[in-house]
């Protein structure tokens, strides 16, 4: 189960990073209101404040959008550890019983809900940790579906998500069966 996936977030936070400076850019561009620096974009002859209301749209828009991306990317890294732990299992343990159960596990990784699997992860990553990755995640759901019947989840800021989730992947690298990536 060699899954070509980079186990770091670095990528997309990067990418966050470098759009923030680009909207910084922007922003400064329309204060000169400079044509040269505005030719070409949906800015050129815009209204000053409706635009820098766009760029701060835009901004917010960009933290929860990385929120989003950040957690997919680390959900995809969880189930791609638990599927091979699996296999790992399976070479060490193999009878015709338990090739049957693995195989269920396998077949049945991609359905479990991500609160249960992060619960897996409690005999190696301290519980409060864990706790702080499911508050990620609340917000994220939050984000992505905006059910107003639900009350809005405590504010989780695009560098708590990426500095919570990059340190459990870092604990998890350090456990000895971690083999992400790896035959």
Same mark, same amino acid.
């Given at each position: ?16 990073? %470098? ?34 209301? *766009? ?22 890294? /969880? ?23 693995? *195989? ?13 699997? /992060?619960?897996?992860?409690? %005999? ?27 009350? $809005? ?12 989730? $990059?340190?459990?992947?870092? *604990? ?12």
């Amino acid at each position: 189960m060699n899954m070509p996936i980079n186990h770091s977030l670095d990528g997309i936070w990067q990418a966050y990073k %470098t759009t923030l400076d680009c909207l910084k850019i922007a922003k400064r561009s329309i204060a000169k209101n400079d044509p040269c620096l505005l030719a070409k974009t949906n800015f050129m002859g815009a209204v000053k404040d409706e635009a820098e209301q *766009q760029i701060e749209q835009s901004w917010a828009n960009a933290d929860d959008y990385v929120i989003l991306s950040l957690w997919t990317a680390f959900e995809r890294i /969880l189930l791609v550890y638990v599927q091979e732990e699996n296999q790992r299992m399976l070479t060490e343990t193999a009878t015709c019983f338990t090739h049957s159960i693995q *195989q269920k596990i396998a077949d049945d990784t991609e359905y479990w809900r991500i609160d249960d699997v /992060l619960d897996f992860f409690k %005999t190696a990553i301290s519980s409060d940790l864990i706790g702080q990755a499911k508050q990620v995640k609340r917000y994220r759901d939050w984000v992505a579906h905006r059910n107003e019947k639900k009350a $809005t989840p405590a504010n989780v800021t695009p560098k708590m998500a990426y500095d919570i989730l $990059t340190e459990i992947i870092r *604990q998890l690298t350090e456990h000895e069966y971690f083999q992400y990536g790896n035959p």
